[in-house]
């Protein structure tokens, strides 16, 4: 059974820039949620998305958009990107979603490091 | 605002030393606690997750208690391995929530 694919693993933008994430759940979940981690932080939540709806939206500026298709691939764009936004950005799925008591199955990340 | 806590931030053992991190969360409208363990270059995975107060799971020398009235949860690793070394997770669901609350980490390293 495939993991969860995050593509591109790494990238470099400069500020100002727009980016777009992709995330590919395992085969089978519906859910997938957005998480950003920077050095010192805990994982933050981004959003959920749950059969293509948005189904939860964590505390982040409306430069960071998410939208997921109906094959469940789901991805996140962050539009004029700040030095800030830098971090690794991970992406779980999960069968129910994240209100769920079953357990997130994550991405490697992709680190986005803005100059 | 719903915090979740995580001491120690790091801790250094010996290989064979048994060792244990605490989980903190708010006890109030609990709905399920998760552990992860995420490796170096690795994506995070799964431990355990848990919903009933004094609810105490197993996997090989990794288990972990929950106690829902007061808001925490233990994690401990018998006769650590340098293979256990890792960052361990936790995350708080609460019912007035729908996403998982994640605290920063214990770091664990294992030296042989």
């Known amino acids: 059974k495939a993991g969860v694919t995050q593509t591109p693993r790494y990238l470099i933008k400069t500020r100002g820039q727009q980016v777009t994430l992709s995330c590919s759940p395992i085969s089978g979940h519906r859910s997938v949620s957005w998480y950003q981690q920077t050095p010192g932080q805990g994982l933050q939540f981004l959003f959920e998305?749950?059969?293509?709806?948005q189904r939860n939206k964590g505390n982040f500026p409306g430069r960071f958009s998410g939208r997921q298709f109906s094959n469940s691939r789901s991805e996140m764009n962050v539009s004029t990107l700040e030095l800030g936004d830098s971090a690794l950005y991970l992406c779980a799925s999960s069968f129910w979603g994240t209100g769920d008591t079953g357990e997130l199955f994550f991405g490697e990340g992709s680190r986005l490091t803005v100059l | 605002i719903l915090n979740v806590e995580q001491s120690p931030q790091s801790l250094h053992v010996q290989e064979g030393d048994s060792t244990n991190f605490t989980c903190s969360f708010p006890s109030s409208n609990f709905y399920a606690l998760h552990w992860y363990r995420w490796e170096t270059a690795k994506s995070p995975e799964a431990l355990f997750v848990m919903t009933l107060n004094g609810d105490e799971k197993k996997k090989g020398r990794i288990s972990a208690t929950l106690n829902t009235k007061e808001g925490y949860s233990y994690l401990y690793i018998k006769g650590s391995q340098p293979e256990d070394s890792a960052t361990y997770l936790c995350a708080s669901l609460g019912g007035s929530q729908g996403n998982l609350i994640f605290g920063k980490g214990t770091k664990l390293s294992v030296k042989p």
């Open positions: 998305y749950f059969s293509e709806t």
